[in-house]
């Protein structure tokens, strides 16, 4: 029997045509749908006339526009228009739909796998490029645009040409301190911002085995930043464990029956990948970016590099750009860089165990008196759960501010917004100019790191706070 | 979308690698709900200052580039986010051919899927053709049917495209609509895995 990984048992079961000289068309299990790339695809099935085929497959839930403070006071009216489209279009196509008032609302890639729709197996697209996220769960998620998120209404099915199979491969152990996000920042760091163009990854080794489902999920969220429309984990006996017993997860016997046929999809040993990347995990310290591309970072003992170090020019021309457009010198400690504010929140970076280790730093502490401070938990669950366990009061009683569930200030669509020239500590997937502002400074950390800027107002190595709490 | 084949266009150079979906069209711009109107919006913080100000740097600034339609970039162009508001944008504006040694996969996939050729030619090419176009006016012939780009002075260079891109472009088709003319093997594949039909 041929060996084969996980990315390719998925892509079997899922395939509807093939055809010499075509891409696949591939069947969707499961289509999330969000407001900002959604009402041109409903306007298009509209016009031509079209359904949605398989509304029992679709969930929407609105999350990139929607207040963090009072929930129900949008300032901006296109903001409002948005989410007011979504609700009429799920409501004419039958489309289930966790609305700003619904408990189930929060970002589309927390509340996906909170429900446990998200499961092994399953394709998965949605049109935000952050879908991979779901890959944490041995899926095959995807981002897509608006015209394949119409599509994909229209027929439940996409066409892709079969990706190529890269491995990476994180070995050994992890040090003190460091966490998931670290592991992806690494990565990126290391192997740059297009390695992954033209192939799914799988995260595979020691490292990645002992993380938890939130953490594998942070891990995979951020494989677009490495250029791979898709990242996924092999599922294992954590994967079904924390399947059991959620809402859309399949029940009693029928979740027996899954998990062995779930278990059955893991990459075969000794299967062949295009490509295998390796990294070890003893290697990473908590980490840091100072430029504007997830690569451009480091562990948190280094220096703001000089463009000199580049080899082409294209890069020493980046960097340099990015230098300037970030305000930094090279040669500057990273742990002298100040902080203005901190955003704990995204897709990356927002689920209960996030908010508690940043809450572990914070913890007795203060958030220095220049810094504006964020938690913007990912869903209104993950809310509820972290105030059943009091962290809202420890980060209250620290200075930061605990809002509402959404994207936030990861892209700044709603009011949370970096303003021009200041600098923020964010737990988001991208430092992009602009991105949490015009003219805002971002630079990319693990929540704890996030914390540790807060109250200490500039970057710190966290693991120097962490060993005072222990 | 509009068929593409042979085209000829006066050509802008953008020599940035990693050109993000962020640039091309900031998020702030995202909120309108129809696919048309976002040209005026394309790379908004490199083309105006925070008061609305055209920054004079920024060659779409330039009256000699700004009727460009086809753009020479560097490496891995239109990484980032999923939005398709960036092809829109760029369409919008008048740009129908963009040529970079690669591009971001999503984003990629949406060019075509709204009628843009997204040309790949190799690193020195796509230098050779950022040296040329800094000169205003130098202007640039596609042809897909041949997938060759040459210049008036001696520039040719061929590229690849997958068969099935360069057909839908060829012909502008809208691809639901060559999906659901074989609708029977979804409903084939549905009574398979689900043991019914949805149709």
Same mark, same amino acid.
């Given at each position: ?470 | ?109 949406? @060019? +075509? ?10 690193? /020195? =090419?796509?230098?050779?053709?950022? !040296?040329? &176009? ?42 639901? @609509? +060559? ?10 594949? /549905? =009574?398979?895995?689900?043991?019914? !039909?949805? &149709?």
């Amino acid at each position: 029997m041929t060996k084969k990984t996980v990315i390719e048992k998925i892509w079997e079961n899922h395939v509807v045509s093939r055809e010499e000289g075509k891409p696949d068309l591939l069947y969707i299990d499961l289509h999330l749908v969000h407001e900002v790339t959604s009402p041109q695809a409903f306007e298009g099935l509209r016009m031509n006339g079209r359904r949605v085929r398989r509304p029992d497959l679709t969930y929407a839930t609105m999350d990139h526009n929607v207040p963090t403070i009072n929930r129900h006071i949008v300032n901006d009216p296109i903001s409002k228009t948005q989410m007011e489209t979504l609700k009429q279009n799920c409501r004419e196509f039958g489309i289930e739909l966790a609305d700003i008032d619904h408990p189930d609302q929060g970002i589309v890639h927390v509340i996906g796998p909170q429900l446990g729709l998200t499961q092994p197996g399953k394709t998965i697209v949605c049109g935000d490029s952050h879908t991979s996220t779901h890959g944490a769960f041995g899926a095959l998620a995807f981002g897509i645009g608006t015209s394949e998120v119409e599509h994909v209404l229209a027929t439940q099915t996409i066409w892709q040409k079969q990706p190529k199979t890269l491995q990476i491969k994180v070995n050994g152990k992890l040090g003190f301190g460091v966490q998931a996000k670290d592991i992806i920042l690494a990565i990126i760091a290391k192997f740059g911002v297009n390695a992954g163009t033209g192939y799914v990854m799988e995260f595979t080794g020691e490292a990645i085995r002992s993380l938890s489902m939130e953490q594998r999920m942070t891990i995979c969220n951020m494989s677009i930043e490495a250029g791979a429309r898709a990242g996924l984990v092999s599922p294992d006996m954590t994967t079904v464990e924390y399947l059991r017993g959620r809402r859309y997860a399949p029940q009693g016997e029928e979740f027996e029956a899954a998990a062995k046929a779930w278990l059955a999809l893991a990459s075969d040993e000794g299967a062949e990948y295009d490509k295998t990347l390796e990294i070890e995990a003893a290697e990473i310290e908590p980490q840091l970016t100072w430029g504007t591309n997830p690569a451009m970072g480091s562990g948190i003992s280094g220096v703001v590099p000089s463009p000199e170090q580049f080899e082409r020019e294209a890069d020493k021309e980046s960097v340099r750009h990015a230098l300037e457009y970030m305000g930094l010198q090279a040669g500057m400690k990273l742990t002298e860089i100040p902080v203005d504010y901190v955003f704990i929140g995204s897709c990356t970076n927002s689920r209960l165990s996030d908010l508690r280790a940043a809450a572990e730093i914070a913890k007795g502490r203060k958030v220095q008196d220049h810094v504006t401070a964020i938690v913007v938990p990912g869903s209104q669950t993950v809310k509820q759960q972290a105030e059943a366990e009091g962290l809202d009061q420890i980060f209250i009683n620290a200075g930061f501010e605990w809002r509402e569930s959404g994207c936030s200030m990861c892209l700044a669509m709603n009011d949370d917004i970096v303003p021009p020239g200041k600098r923020c500590a964010s737990t988001s997937n991208r430092n992009f100019e602009g991105r949490q502002g015009s003219g805002a400074r971002t630079h990319l950390v693990s929540p704890s790191m996030a914390a540790a800027a807060a109250v200490m107002g500039r970057f710190t190595d966290v693991r120097e706070l962490a060993g005072v709490n222990q | 979308m509009e068929p593409i084949n042979q085209f000829t266009g006066t050509v802008c150079p953008i020599n940035r690698a990693n050109i993000d979906t962020d640039q091309i069209i900031p998020k702030q711009f995202l909120k309108r709900i129809e696919r048309q109107g976002f040209g005026q919006f394309v790379f908004y913080n490199w083309r105006f200052d925070d008061d609305g100000n055209k920054r004079k740097d920024f060659i779409l600034n330039d009256p000699q580039f700004a009727d460009a339609e086809i753009l020479v970039a560097g490496e891995n162009f239109g990484c980032g986010s999923s939005r398709e508001h960036a092809p829109w944008a760029l369409l919008d504006y008048g740009f129908r051919v963009i040529i970079a040694p690669s591009y971001a996969d999503i984003f990629y996939n949406n @060019s +075509v899927k709204n009628g843009i050729l997204a040309v790949k030619l190799t690193d /020195e =090419e796509v230098e050779t053709l950022l !040296q040329k &176009s800094s000169a205003p006016g130098f202007k640039l012939h596609i042809n897909l049917e041949q997938q060759s780009v040459s210049d008036d002075s001696g520039f040719t260079a061929h590229f690849d495209i997958d068969p099935y891109w360069k057909k839908m472009l060829l012909n502008g088709w809208d691809e639901i @609509s +060559v999906t659901l003319s074989d609708e029977d093997r979804i409903r084939q594949f /549905e =009574e398979k895995v689900y043991g019914k !039909q949805y &149709s």
